[in-house]
């Protein structure tokens, strides 16, 4: 069975930056896509950022240049390096483990995490 469990949100001023970490267990890690999906109050859950087996990412337009997915494959482990975070920003955050690829868009499986909330706000 795949679990994930995801840590790392919190209350944090716009400007600042947090960083969140989805731990991946009963699963080969290192062969899976990861991806991070977020959901605000009334609307659907959006794709943020995935990252390939071998470390290839990418990122919605939204989160550009503010935002870093990276992976431990010996801790089984994905990260999202959440910088200038603002209010727009805030939501639950969900990763996905064990996507596929299509003509270069994440496509999520049924193997999510709880979620942590991310709240920015002054």
């Known amino acids: 069975q795949v679990q994930l469990v995801e840590s790392g949100g919190g209350l944090v001023q716009p400007g600042g930056s947090l960083r969140l970490s989805c731990a991946v267990f009963?699963?080969?890690?290192?062969?899976?896509?990861m991806a991070w999906y977020r959901q605000a109050p009334g609307t659907q859950r959006d794709l943020v950022a995935s990252?390939?087996?071998?470390?290839?990412?990418h990122y919605a337009d939204s989160v550009k240049g503010r935002f870093t997915a990276s992976r431990d494959n010996a801790k089984n482990t994905v990260y999202l390096q959440m910088n200038s975070l603002q209010p727009e920003d805030t939501a639950v955050y969900y990763c996905?483990?064990?996507?596929?690829?299509?003509?270069?868009?994440?496509?999520?499986?049924?193997?999510w995490g709880q979620g942590t909330q991310v709240t920015v706000s002054s």
């Open positions: 996905n483990a064990d996507g596929r690829y299509y003509f270069g868009r994440y496509y999520p499986s049924a193997y």
């Open positions: 990252i390939t087996s071998g470390g290839t990412t």
């Open positions: 009963g699963s080969i890690f290192s062969a899976d896509h």
